[in-house]
């Protein structure tokens, strides 16, 4: 079987990954690099918090797990970071949101405790104590986070190892078609890619390499701010969402920092820049939590675009209207990235249907 992977961020990587060590002749054809789109910009927690419905979240709980395991298949690997989270809230109306997420999270056999402010401090010793409060304070020991481009870096070369192939710099434009059925994929450049089946992995992106508007999801991306410092001198491990901002390791000391409220101040034609004001504030509400932060300046600002199906949920399987042509487009995208790419590896290898995917087919978008 020949299959044409279209794009390699997290998802596409991952199932790159997966074809290949069943046995299948695999072609990634990336349009810019390796990790280089959406994946690239992202706060990488890997998580079910809040996801709803039901099936949402176990499906980013199977993601989690599948972390965990990608880890010990991979012994020695350097992008998944099993590192916890902490969170607090204070108002009351904060308070009672954290209350009923925690009883629904425990409910569904969550991972999720209460935690006192001492114990806060042994975990995160640098946050400021004064700015918690008499909060109510989570820890969640299976979340973590993930340096998403280290992750498809990693599985694009062990899918090489297994003989895929990958062309960076390669944009998908068209799919060619015969009797209702993929041929093969028509690139920017006039060059012809010919597969049995190909994947669509391009995220924000994916409604844009079928000409064919029946063959566009539709889809409803939000836009996102994040901010890094420089290298700083704090023992920060694990992710930190204080009410009004959310934070983490992003190696060598430095931190990633994001808020909620920055996303709507900026938007994609904008030049990202560290001295923008948005960027400067998000600096200041991660300066009142974590002090070591005062006289700190933030050394990048990236804005992005989450790849989000219209209804918010995932799209995962096959198109209707035409054989060989699958999808996959996700937010929790980082989450989901190694389950989805053993799942869809083994829909399209064996044939199978994979029951827990089966709300999540592009086909409701199709009718
Ligand atoms: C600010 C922010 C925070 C986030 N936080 C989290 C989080 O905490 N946890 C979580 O799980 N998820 C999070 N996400 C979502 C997550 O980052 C995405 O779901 C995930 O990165 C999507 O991966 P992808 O491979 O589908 O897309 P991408 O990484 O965008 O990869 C798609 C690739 O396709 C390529 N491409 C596009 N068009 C073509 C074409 N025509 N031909 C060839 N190649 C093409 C692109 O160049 C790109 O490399 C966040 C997203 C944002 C923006």
Redesign the pocket.
């Known amino acids: 079987m020949k299959a044409i992977v279209?794009?390699?961020?997290?998802?596409?990587?991952g199932i790159a990954y997966r074809l290949a060590e069943a046995g299948v002749d695999v072609i990634i054809?990336?349009?810019?690099?390796?990790?280089?789109?959406?994946?690239?910009?992202?706060?990488?927690?890997?998580?079910s918090h809040g996801k709803e419905p039901r099936d949402y979240h176990e499906l980013n709980v199977s993601?989690m797990k599948a972390h965990a395991a990608l880890a010990e298949e991979f012994p020695g690997q350097t992008w998944f970071h099993a590192s916890g989270s902490v969170a607090w809230r204070k108002t009351p109306q904060d308070r009672e949101a954290m209350m009923e997420n925690f009883e629904r999270l425990q409910s569904w056999g969550y991972a999720i405790e209460w935690i006192d402010r001492k114990q806060l401090a042994e975990l995160e010793p640098d946050i400021d104590l004064d700015h918690v409060g008499d909060a109510m304070i989570t820890y969640c020991h299976e979340e973590g986070y993930v340096d998403?481009v280290v992750y498809c870096d990693a599985m694009v070369k062990a899918a090489q190892k297994r003989g895929a192939k990958l062309r960076v710099g390669?944009?998908?434009?068209d799919l060619a078609m015969r009797n209702g059925a993929v041929t093969a994929v028509k690139a920017e450049d006039g060059a012809l890619y010919e597969a049995d089946v190909v994947i669509n992995?391009?995220?924000?992106?994916?409604d844009?390499?079928a000409r064919d508007p029946g063959l566009r999801l539709p889809l409803a991306p939000t836009t996102?701010?994040?901010v890094f410092t420089p290298p700083v001198a704090t023992g920060v491990k694990r992710l930190i969402h204080a009410p009004d901002v959310n934070l983490r390791p992003d190696g060598a000391g430095r931190l990633m920092v994001?808020t909620n409220a920055a996303?709507d101040l900026v938007s994609l034609d904008m030049r990202p820049s560290p001295t923008m004001p948005q960027a400067l504030d998000v600096m200041r509400l991660a300066s009142e939590v974590i002090p070591a932060l005062a006289t700190v300046k933030p050394e990048a600002a990236r804005i992005?675009?989450?790849?989000i199906p219209k209804d918010g949920l995932s799209a995962v399987g096959p198109t209707p209207r035409v054989k060989g042509y699958y999808v996959?487009?996700?937010?929790?995208?980082?989450?989901?990235?190694p389950y989805l790419a053993k799942a869809v590896a083994d829909e399209i290898v064996h044939g199978r249907t994979r029951q827990e995917l089966e709300n999540f087919r592009p086909a409701r978008f199709f009718n």
């Open positions: 279209i794009g390699a961020g997290m998802i596409g990587s054809l990336e349009a810019d690099r390796v990790g280089g789109g959406t994946s690239g910009i992202s706060f990488a927690w890997t998580n993601g998403p390669v944009k998908v434009t992995c391009a995220g924000r992106w994916a844009t390499v996102g701010f994040i994001l996303d992005t675009a989450r790849p996959v487009v996700t937010h929790s995208g980082i989450t989901l990235g």
